[in-house]
């Protein structure tokens, strides 16, 4: 018995001293496997499960306030205190001083080199376009995806459109000369003053959206449909009439 006992031993023992290591790691595993089933089956165990054991250590309340509650109480002090009567007449102010002269567009210059180049304003469509349907069929296609439309393919502007600084009297008698031949868009000034100046409604180009569009980079320029095309000049009041 004590040469089988060794013998074991030794030839337990004997085993490279990563598989001996690896063979101990899974006889643990199993253990633990076989001990979790007894466990997971165990009557006992599934009756202790839903036992509720109460609460335990203090509770405290919620102390954080109700953010509409600030907010009420804020504008209550604000009226009462009559700062909101303040704040609103601040905003109009603004709001006036911004409708009656808007900032002026950034990155224009007059010209000093006349120029003249085209725009092509045709639009690709990126997603198919149909018309809705009440009935809720299909609609019908307008555009498919990856068409090319050109707007002056339907229609002809019966006038152009002229970039001025309202804030230079001789762009702003050009302007009111030729009137009837564009649209006038300002870039500086008070279209509210300057379409009683110039006799026509005046429009003004926020933000310079307009501008950058089409590559403006000197005033007062004008654009023109040339066939198919949109003609771009930048040109000089001393020039006379492009």
């Not at 203090?58 to 907010?71: G, H, M, Q, S, T």
């Not at 205190?81 to 900032?103: D, I, N, V, Y």
């Not at 120029?115 to 069929?137: K, M, V, W, Y």
């Not at 926020?206 to 040339?226: D, F, L, M, N, V």
Request: aromatic letters at 8%; hydrophobic letters at 40%.
């Amino acid at each position: 018995m004590r040469e089988c006992m060794v013998s074991n031993c030794v030839s337990y023992n004997s085993y490279p001293p990563g598989r001996s290591l690896g063979v101990r790691s899974t006889f643990s595993r199993i253990f633990i496997l076989g001990s979790l089933l007894i466990l997971l089956g165990s009557p006992a165990l599934a009756q202790t499960a839903v036992i509720d054991h109460g609460v335990y250590g203090e509770l405290f309340p919620v102390a954080e306030k109700d953010l509409r509650e600030v907010f009420k109480a804020r504008l209550r002090t604000l009226s009462e205190t009559g700062r909101m009567a303040e704040l609103e007449a601040e905003f109009r102010t603004k709001a006036e001083a911004t409708a009656t002269r808007p900032a002026a567009v950034a990155n224009l210059s007059p010209t000093i080199e006349e120029r003249t180049f085209t725009h092509d304003p045709t639009l690709i469509i990126e997603n198919t376009i149909t018309d809705h349907q009440s009935t809720g069929a299909p609609g019908n296609v307008l555009a498919k995806a990856g068409d090319r439309i050109n707007p002056l393919d339907f229609v002809t502007p019966n006038k152009g459109l002229l970039f001025i600084d309202g804030e230079i009297p001789a762009q702003v008698a050009w302007a009111k000369e030729h009137s009837h031949l564009y649209h006038i868009i300002l870039t500086n000034g008070a279209p509210a003053e300057l379409t009683n100046t110039i006799g026509t409604q005046t429009y003004f180009d926020q933000g310079g959206h307009i501008t950058a569009h089409y590559g403006i980079k000197q005033i007062p320029a004008k654009i023109e449909p040339q066939g198919k095309l949109l003609q771009i000049t930048e040109f000089k009041i001393e020039a006379g009439c492009p």
